[in-house]
């Protein structure tokens, strides 16, 4: 018994540790040989070990590379002008979903369903047409019309909006609440958590796309921080500079991982309190 | 931040433009480019924008870096078909064929009317085995930027450690084998250096299996026609056959598909004594090369024939008169004797005009770089680089088949069997409009 | 009612809804529900119901590629090609092993690593930390690390393997091999983002449960298996329809590293569409594609949705 309760917990805790070692090891190497010199390559230059005089040459050349700083406004743009314009349709709909009773409801509701599936990606084709016909060509409204609507989002409304009793409207209802003002003031402060963990879905997601900002976009002015950092990491005919491919992508997720680290607690809290567990 | 400084600029250059009663339009117009071995060449290639716009007030060209061949054709496409083409791309040579086909690119004829020449003129400081890729159906569609050919780098002091003389590069598939077998270093099953090595990568292999049946005596494709290539033939299969045996019956390459950043990093760190790369690569690997090295002909099995490779300036459809002229502008300047030269020292490709190796800087460039004479050399057995109706279908055809065979997974007579049914499939509705089409 | 039931009632114009409605004091709702709706509606009706029926009526057609094609009706032939094509049939069956050897271990590692780190120490968090960080760099950038780490012979998976004596195979060169390499990265990037929602669900499993168990003389094996994972039957719902989302939605690392090679390998049906539709203009074969993609995922979300609703509806 004793045995169980102490090694029980060291195995585990060691057996964690070399799991998130290995889960660093790729991040280990690229703040490794970011800072390599001899970017083109060598028989060591996998080697985890500062067995070199450390160099900023690597970065240098990637700033040199790409407008970093144009990319991360412009990510930044897009991430926000989606997420915002999402909280706005997601909750009125999951609102409506959730409390209003009307004809087709249901209906409509697994019409909205659809949409889960058919992310821009797949219809890029069809999707591209469109987006020119709107005139939204090479713009960042573009890269984030087609994110307004939010099916996933709308879910998941409905069901933390479900989730709240509703005797706290129906209380402001007896007090000649209008609709908007139990939404705004009732039921939108109860469901923060999910809203906070539909951000976190949502940032992430756009953060990270790829493929359909790189159709819509052209003009350098408007590439995103994926689009920016592949344009550097590839090369037609030949060679890779990995110390620069690593100093860039050390670029990027920098002010990530500072922003995660400091708010982490508030992240995990957000989402113990969230309606998310479905 | 950039976006505020660059909103700044912007207003005032609009008002200084509405304030000016001076009329000059400033075209401003998009220049697509590729960037084939690293992003030195990009940031090369942006600088040369910028100089010139600082030269000149009437065009202004932003300019787009748009990854690799293949995905700048599949930007430039989709762009086109989106409204807005680029105006000017810097294109792989051998896809104009397949855009002239599409409707995409502008005929260069009415630009060298404009200025009174002729094509046989123009095209007269040009080396002639890039004028084949250059016109299709005898008119002119694109202009030559930087052109390159396969080249055999060895790394000369494994050369050494394995007993054979540096200063005498295999120049035969019999020679290659015998020094890729010397070369290689097994410790046991395990082998510590492969004596040779090639990129197994879309784009790079079709290419270098051109070379390959080239030098076997093949053809690869129909230059005169886009509706006939040449898979299923002796001369290919024997390239096919060379590329198999190299992996599974001499052990001197590693299975696999390996892209040209492996091939090239197993080069610089030793682990590869010999490598079949682009002269494009040239000015990388001599300033990555920690060791002595030597470059050498793509070796011949029955004559010495390689494609070129390489880029072209083109013009696409869909744009505004003014665009055009303002993309010619630009094309005209940087397809200039001067520019080609410069980037040539800088890249490593071969400068498409005669005239950039009559400069002095050129001169005393090859003098301090023999490597680049040999490159230079190889011209004389230069021959177009394929080029047909679906281009990069019918090569992965080709390709797609090739790395089953490096992989293990087929015998090199069933794969080109099966490229040669797969591209006639490609090819089909091309060849009921043309060749089969009878009255 | 299923959905075919609702569907039909619909186009059959059968109302859905008891006529008592227009008898009885009609909710105000009625309009103000359609107005909520309408920004939505929008957004989708450009972005998901317009392209869905272009590329349905795209996919009945074939247009040549070239200046002089002429766009033809061809029925359904352009699904034969598809069907008949063995690149699709790959990345069909690409898929599927994707699916297999991706959302299972995911979810799996997830929920193993919430246990390990659900209480709130420093080492723990450190730990959460790393998990989480691959999710925050971009897909591209990810490939193109793993480009390196999979580089045969100096990159980091053999190099390490080789100071241990192994050598490994050529990871994204070699056919059999190629696509479990894929699947690395992609559990590597993903088990961390699932981890978080893991965590949220196990604070949130009642506490009094898992005392009562434990009273009763259960072990952790047995609290986990009768008490834990019940209670988290919801989490896990979501979970695995975000990572079925992912799976069948995220080929950035394929157009990076391998570009469907070697020899259709790694080939996935979105990049097949992505390929067919921009590097061979195939508009219709790209379409039909698309439209036998898009039913295959209609079944596949529905059923994953109908567990989610059961567990919500079953903790309401």
């Given amino acids: 018994m004793r045995l169980d309760r102490h090694v029980g917990p060291a195995l585990i805790a060691a057996a964690v540790a070399t799991i998130a070692f290995v889960w660093a090891t790729p991040f280990l190497w690229t703040l490794v040989a970011a800072f390599r010199p001899e970017s083109a390559g060598s028989a060591d230059m996998a080697s985890l070990l500062p067995d070199f005089t450390p160099t900023l040459a690597n970065f240098r050349l990637a700033f040199e590379s790409g407008d970093f700083g144009l990319y991360y406004v412009n990510t930044i743009i897009v991430v926000v002008g989606v997420l915002g314009v999402q909280l706005v349709t997601i909750s009125l709909a999951g609102y409506a979903f959730a409390r209003l009773e009307f004809p087709g409801r249901d209906v409509l509701f697994y019409v909205f369903l659809v949409q889960l599936m058919l992310v821009p990606s797949a219809l890029i084709v069809p999707n591209l047409r469109t987006t020119v016909d709107l005139g939204l060509y090479d713009t960042l409204a573009g890269v984030m019309a087609p994110y307004f609507a939010s099916a996933f989002g709308t879910f998941l409304m409905r069901q933390t909006f479900r989730g709240i009793p509703r005797d706290f409207e129906e209380a402001a209802a007896i007090d000649g609440a209008p609709w908007w003002a139990i939404v705004w003031h009732v039921l939108l402060p109860m469901a923060r958590p999910g809203l906070i963990a539909f951000a976190i879905v949502s940032v992430t997601a756009h953060w990270n796309e790829f493929l359909w900002p790189l159709m819509v976009i052209n003009d350098p002015a408007n590439h995103t921080l994926t689009i920016g950092l592949a344009t550097f990491t590839k090369g037609a005919e030949g060679a890779k500079e990995w110390g620069v491919l690593a100093a860039g992508t050390l670029l990027v997720m920098a002010p990530l991982a500072i922003v995660f680290v400091a708010f982490q607690r508030r992240f995990v809290e957000s989402f113990v309190f969230s309606g998310i567990k479905g | 931040m950039h976006v505020i400084r660059r909103l700044g600029a912007g207003a005032l250059a609009a008002a200084l433009v509405l304030a000016s009663s001076a ?161 290689t270093k097994r410790d046991g099953e395990k082998i510590e250096r492969h004596g040779f090595m090639m990129p197994g990568g879309y784009d790079y292999l079709g290419w270098l299996m051109s070379a390959l049946s080239m030098s076997n005596g093949g053809r690869y494709f129909n230059e005169s026609y886009g509706g006939e290539v040449y898979y299923d033939t002796p001369s290919m299969l024997g390239a096919a056959r060379l590329v198999e045996d190299l992996v599974y019956k001499h052990k001197v390459m590693p299975s696999g598909v390996v892209e040209a950043g492996g091939v090239s990093t197993a080069f610089f760190a030793g682990k590869a004594s010999m490598v079949l790369l682009s002269t494009g690569s040239l000015s990388f690997i001599r300033e990555n090369m920690k060791t002595p090295y030597d470059v050498a002909f793509v070796p011949r099995n029955v004559r010495n024939a390689v494609p070129i490779g390489g880029a072209s300036l083109v013009m696409f459809k869909g744009q505004s008169e003014a665009s055009q002229q303002a993309g010619w502008k630009f094309v005209r300047w940087l397809s200039s004797t001067d520019v080609l030269g410069g980037w040539s020292r800088f890249t490593g490709y071969f400068a498409p005009r005669k005239s950039a190796y009559d400069t002095a800087e050129m001169k005393e460039f090859i003098t301090r770089n023999p490597d680049a004479k040999v490159a230079l050399d190889q011209l004389a057995y230069a021959q177009p680089w394929f080029a047909t109706y679906q281009t990069v279908a019918v090569r992965k055809a080709l390709e797609d088949e090739m790395q089953a065979v490096m992989n293990g997974k087929k015998k090199a007579e069933q794969a080109v069997k099966d490229a040669q049914r797969k591209a006639d499939e490609l090819l089909r509705p091309y060849i009921d409009q043309t060749a089969l089409k009878l009255p | 009612m299923t959905v075919d039931a609702i569907i039909t009632a619909d186009v059959l114009d059968v109302p859905s809804s008891p006529a008592q409605t227009v008898h009885r004091r009609r909710p105000p709702s009625w309009g103000l529900a359609y107005a909520l709706l309408l920004p939505s509606l929008l957004g989708l009706a450009a972005f998901t119901y317009l392209p869905v029926l272009r590329v349905a009526i795209d996919s009945l057609y074939v247009t040549p590629h070239g200046a002089g094609g002429v766009t033809r009706f061809v029925g359904l032939e352009n699904f034969a090609r598809v069907l008949g094509d063995p690149a699709f049939r790959q990345a069909a069956l690409n898929n599927l092993v994707y699916a297999a050897g991706t959302v299972a271990p995911s979810v799996v590692l997830a929920l193993a690593f919430a246990l390990a780190v659900r209480r709130s120490t420093r080492f723990n968090a450190v730990v959460r930390t790393i998990l989480f960080f691959p999710s925050l760099v971009p897909l591209v950038a990810a490939a193109s690390l793993f480009f390196f ?123 097949y569409i992505f390929q067919e539709a921009h590097e061979n203009f195939d508009t219709g074969k790209a379409a039909a594609a698309t439209v036998i993609s898009v039913a295959a995922l209609l079944v596949v979300s529905l059923g994953s949705l109908r567990g989610m609703e059961a567990g919500s509806r079953r903790e309401a």
């Fill in chain 2, 23 to 183: 009329a000059w339009a400033q075209t401003k117009i998009e220049f697509f480019f590729p960037v084939p071995v690293e992003g030195k060449l990009a940031r090369e290639m942006t600088r040369l924008v910028k100089q010139f716009n600082d030269s000149q007030k009437d065009v202004e060209v932003t300019a787009v870096y748009t990854g690799s061949y293949d995905e700048t054709k599949l930007k430039a496409q989709a762009a086109a078909k989106a409204g807005k083409p680029p105006s000017v791309v810097l294109m792989s040579a051998n896809f104009n064929v397949d855009l002239k086909l599409a409707g995409d690119i502008l005929s260069l004829e009415p630009f060298l009317a404009a200025e009174g020449t002729t094509r046989e003129k123009f095209l007269g400081d040009f080396w002639p085995a890039l004028h084949a890729n250059a016109t299709v159906d005898g008119e002119l569609y694109g202009v030559p930027f930087h052109n390159s050919t396969p080249l055999l780098y060895i790394n000369t002091t494994h050369f050494k450690e394995a007993g054979l003389d540096p200063a005498k590069p295999p120049r035969t598939w019999a020679e290659l084998v015998d020094a890729a077998k010397k070369l």
């Fill in chain 3, 149 to 271: 780490i999979f580089l045969p012979g100096v990159g980091l998976l053999d190099y390490y393997l080789a100071k241990l004596g192994v050598s490994g195979p050529n990871w994204i060169g070699n056919t059999d091999v190629a696509l479990w390499s894929i699947v690395g990265l992609t559990v590597w990037k993903n088990a961390g983002y699932y981890m978080l929602f893991y965590i949220a669900g196990l604070q949130n499993v009642p506490r009094d449960h898992i005392e009562a168990a434990t009273v009763d003389g259960a072990n952790a094996v047995q609290r986990l298996w009768y008490v834990i994972l019940p209670a988290l039957r919801p989490t896990t719902a979501f979970v695995v329809t975000i990572a079925l989302i992912h799976m069948l939605t995220a080929v950035d690392h394929v157009v990076v590293l391998t570009k469907g090679g070697p020899s259709n390998a790694t080939n996935l049906l979105l990049f």
